[in-house]
């Protein structure tokens, strides 16, 4: 089975711009998330999307948005870009999150490195 | 959210048994404790959890203390490929549905 793919893999931007990342997550999970790594804040959780609705959202700003289309591929998007906002953004993907049990692990993709100039 | 508490880094001899700890005090009766690693440069990957009992798997052991306010994973013989970033994670069965509240984790080196 594929593991979650994220892309693209690397992506230098400007201040300013906005700015969309793709998520494919295992076949047959139907919940994404998405979380923002940096070496200041560590691993923060961004939102989470469940049968394409947002079900959990994180501390940040509204320019910070996503979707979940109805093949449970899931996008998120950043506009007007900020120095602070160069990350590793990472998406994960489960099959029956929230139970605390085996089936509410959740699978990361490798991430996507944004570099805002 | 209940809070997880880990030493920041530990070192560790290829091919030792690694004891990386975590405290949980203010653990509740229906949290699941889950641990994460994250590899350089890639992103986290599940490695084992548990409730109330120990539990073991084919990557690593958990040892969970009886009042359940601390727990040890147990990685039996460490590899260089073992050296990563090692978070414990407090999961609650409800209306948390995919969010993981990540610490900072320990960094586990590994020396051959």
């Known amino acids: 089975k594929a593991g979650v793919t994220q892309t693209p893999r690397y992506l230098i931007k400007t201040r300013g711009q906005q700015v969309t990342l793709s998520c494919s997550p295992i076949?047959?999970?139907?919940?994404v998330s998405w979380y923002q790594q940096t070496p200041g804040q560590g691993l923060q959780f961004l939102f989470e999307?469940?049968?394409?609705?947002?079900?959990n959202k994180g501390n940040f700003p509204g320019r910070f948005s996503g979707r979940q289309f109805s093949n449970s591929r899931s996008e998120m998007n950043v506009s007007t870009l900020e120095l602070g906002d160069s990350a590793l953004y990472l998406c994960?993907?489960?099959?029956?999150?929230?139970?605390?049990?085996?089936?509410?692990?959740?699978?990361f993709g490798p991430g996507t490195r944004l570099t805002v100039l | 959210d209940a809070k997880t508490t880990q030493p920041n880094s530990m070192e560790s001899n290829e091919e030792e048994p690694v004891h990386l700890p975590c405290n949980h005090s203010?653990?509740?009766?229906?949290?699941?404790i889950h641990w994460y690693r994250q590899l350089p440069s890639q992103g986290p990957e599940y490695v084992i959890h548990?409730?109330?009992s120990n539990v073991n798997n084919r990557m690593a052991s958990l040892a969970i203390a009886e009042d359940r306010k601390s727990s040890t994973l147990i990685l039996h013989r460490a590899t260089l490929r073992d050296a990563a970033v090692y978070y414990c994670?407090?999961?609650?069965?409800?209306?948390?549905?995919?969010?993981?509240?990540f610490g900072q984790g320990t960094e586990l080196s590994v020396k051959p």
């Open positions: 994960a993907s489960s099959l029956s999150p929230g139970t605390g049990m085996q089936t509410d692990t959740q699978y």
């Open positions: 076949s047959g999970h139907r919940s």
């Open positions: 999307y469940f049968s394409e609705t947002q079900r």
């Open positions: 203010t653990i509740s009766g229906t949290d699941y």
């Open positions: 548990g409730l109330t």
């Open positions: 994670i407090l999961r609650e069965r409800g209306n948390q549905g995919g969010k993981l509240i």
